[in-house]
């Protein structure tokens, strides 16, 4: 065999391996992704109390700013969490 058809055979090795690979599946129960669920609730809740302690106090409305941000931060957190699990 000559160097040309060594290189040949190697190239379309390295070819038809690069159209196989596939990307690794990520666990859905990684520690990574745990973390990232829980971060991603506790963001959404605390921006909705930080809002509504900011709504409050701007419009004297206590205690209702709090309570509707509160539950839309709840909500928001909680889509997040979705978005995140069924991320493909």
Known sequence: MSKNDD??????E????????KKPDKPVGSIGTL????????????VGIGL?????????TKPWGLISFFALGS???????????TKK
């Open 7 to 12: 290189l040949e055979r190697l190239k379309s």
């Open 14 to 21: 390295l070819k038809s391996f690069e159209e196989n690979k």
């Open 35 to 46: 973390m990232n669920v829980g971060i991603e609730f506790v963001s959404g809740v605390l």
């Open 52 to 60: 509504g302690f900011l709504i409050d106090w701007a419009f004297s």
């Open 75 to 85: 909500i928001a957190g909680m889509l997040n969490v979705y978005r995140t699990l």
